[in-house]
C-alpha cells in the first residue's frame, strides 16, 4: 500500500518506501505450503457473498476439498518460516554478517519478528489461492472477499486487532495505481484485458506485513514488460536498501532500472516511467505508513535506514505521465494520527469514532470493514469526521487516463546481521 505524495518531493520529510529485491545471496526462500487446503475451496463458508450460488456449484465439483484452517495449527511451535536473506550492500556493514554479539541482539526481538513471518506465510499462502482463483469475469468484490476471508481464516483471531486484515485490500485496475477497493453495491468486474494490482495487508499483533504483485490475464504477451520493469525495479530497491543507506541513493537506483525498459503498446512505444509521487515506506505498529519515504525517483533525501527498521519497498511503473493525482469515489480511511485531543463534531460522529477505535485502532480500512462491525448509514458522520480532521481519507489514486501501471512490493526487516526479505515467496 503506498503512500502519495503530493507535495513537490523536496518538501517531503516522510512517508512510503517501495523496494524490490535481487536476491544477491539466494538462500532458502519460502514456498507457501498448502497441503491444506485444494486451490479453489472457499474459505468463508460462513458468510454469505453475491456468489453463494455460483460457489455451490464449484462444491459439487471439487467434493474432496478441506476447509481452510488457521495457519497455528500449520506450526504448532509458533516457529513460522524465515524469509529471504540478503546481506548489507555498504563495505562499513560487513562486520554484521558474521558478528556473534549482533546475533545474540536479534534474538531478544524474535518474538517481533515471528509476528512477521506468521503474517508473511499468511500473505503467501493467501496470495497463492488468488493467483489460482481469480479470473475475468468475477466481481472486483468477490475478489476482496475471497482474499479478506482467507486473511481471517488463517490469522483465526477473535479480534481484528489481534491479528488478520492489516489495511484495505487494493484492487486497481490500469490507470488505477493504487486505493482502490470495492465499496458495497460496486458492480465492477474484472476484464480479460486489465491489469491489476493486488496489494494485501496482513498484520500480527499490528506488524503489518505490506506485499503487492500485478496480474495479467491477457496471454499475447501484452503486458510483460512493464511487469518485468517494475518487478526488476522492486527489486532493485530491495538489493539496494540496508543499514546506513540514504533514502535517496534508493530511489536512484529503482529509475534507473525502471526506466531501462520500454513497452509497445498496438503499435506504439512507450516508456515505462516510475510514477514519482508514490513511495514506499516505514512500517510501524499498527502504523502503515510512519516515519521514513522510500522514494523511487531521486528526491534528494539523504536520511539513512536504521537498524530495527522495518519498510515497504514498492515500485510503480506506468505508461502515462508517472505522475497520480486522486479520482473517483473514496473507499481507503484511517484515523489520523495525534488528533485525540479533536473533539468529534456530533454525536453520531462521535459513536462511529468509537467503533472506529475499537475495531481498527490506527489501521487502515475500508468501508466494506466498517459494515463488517454493523454499521449502516455512517457516511455522514465518517464525512464529519474527515472533515474536522480525525480520519483521513485515501481516494483512488490514477495516472493518465488509458494508461497502464504496475505495482510489485515486499516488506523487508532489517536486522542488525542481515536483512530479511520476510515476504518473499517463489512467485515474486
Ligand atoms: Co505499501
Redesign the pocket.
Known amino acids: ?3 502519495s505524495v503530493d507535495k513537490p518531493l523536496e518538501a517531503k520529510v516522510n512517508d ?3 523496494t524490490g529485491a535481487t536476491p544477491s545471496t539466494p538462500e532458502v526462500i519460502p514456498k507457501p505450503i498448502v497441503e491444506d487446503e485444494d486451490e479453489d475451496d472457499d474459505d468463508d463458508e460462513d458468510k454469505p457473498t453475491e456468489t453463494g450460488e455460483k460457489k455451490k456449484k464449484k462444491k459439487k465439483k471439487s467434493k474432496k476439498k478441506k476447509k481452510l484452517t488457521t495457519i497455528d495449527s500449520s506450526y504448532p511451535e509458533g516457529v513460522f518460516p524465515e524469509g529471504e536473506w540478503q546481506e548489507y550492500p555498504l563495505d562499513i556493514n560487513s562486520y554484521r554478517t558474521t558478528s556473534e554479539e549482533l546475533r545474540y541482539l536479534d534474538r531478544q526481538q524474535n518474538n517481533k519478528w515471528e509476528d512477521f513471518r506468521k503474517g508473511a506465510e499468511i500473505h503467501r499462502r493467501v496470495r497463492n489461492k488468488a493467483q489460482s482463483s481469480i479470473k475475468p469475469g468475477m466481481s472486483m468484490i468477490e475478489i476482496a472477499n475471497l482474499i479478506e476471508d482467507s486473511v481471517r481464516t488463517y490469522a483465526g483471531a477473535d479480534h481484528t486487532l489481534k491479528a488478520g486484515v492489516g489495511f484495505p485490500t487494493g484492487l486497481s485496475l490500469n490507470h488505477v495505481a493504487a486505493h482502490y477497493t470495492p465499496n458495497t453495491g460496486d458492480k465492477l468486474t474484472l476484464a480479460k484485458d486489465d491489469l491489476m494490482k493486488v ?1 494485501i ?1 496482513v498484520h500480527v499483533n499490528g506488524r503489518i506485513c ?3 504483485f500485478t496480474m495479467s490475464f491477457n496471454d499475447t504477451g501484452r503486458y510483460d514488460s512493464i511487469l518485468a520493469a517494475v518487478k526488476a525495479a522492486t527489486n532493485t530497491g530491495i538489493k539496494e536498501a540496508g543499514i546506513d543507506v540514504r533514502l535517496n541513493d534508493i530511489g536512484e537506483a529503482i529509475q534507473e532500472t525502471m526506466e531501462s525498459y520500454e513497452m509497445e503498446l498496438d503499435g506504439k512505444t512507450y516508456p515505462i516511467k516510475c510514477i514519482r509521487n508514490l513511495n ?2 516505514n ?1 510501524g505498529d499498527f502504523i ?2 510512519s516515519g521514513k519515504t522510500v522514494p523511487i525517483v531521486p528526491n534528494g533525501d539523504m536520511t539513512k535506514m536504521e537498524e530495527g527498521e522495518t519498510f ?1 519497498i ?1 515500485t510503480f511503473g506506468s505508461t502515462g505521465n508517472g505522475y497520480v493525482l486522486p479520482e473517483g469515489e473514496c473507499s481507503h480511511y484511517a484515523r489520523n494520527q495525534g488528533t485525540e485531543n479533536i473533539n468529534p463534531p456530533s454525536k453520531s460522529a462521535k459513536e462511529l469514532l468509537g467503533r472506529i477505535n475499537e475495531n481498527f485502532g490506527t489501521l487502515p480500512w475500508c468501508r466494506r470493514y466498517l459494515e463488517r462491525t454493523g454499521e449502516e448509514k455512517y457516511l455522514f458522520a465518517l464525512n464529519q469526521l474527515v472533515r474536522a480532521g480525525i480520519v483521513e481519507e485515501y481516494p483512488p489514486i490514477v495516472d493518465k487516463r488509458g494508461s497502464y501501471t504496475a505495482q510489485f ?1 515486499h ?1 523487508i526487516l532489517l536486522h542488525p546481521h542481515k536483512k530479511e526479505v520476510v515476504t518473499r515467496g517463489d512467485d515474486f
Do not use: C, N, V, W
Request: a negative charge; glycine letters at 10%; proline letters at 5%.
Open positions: 500500500m503506498p503512500e512510503l518506501t517501495i496489494d495487508g505490506d506485499s503487492a514506499g515506506h512500517i502503515i505508513h515497504a514498492e512490493e516488506t
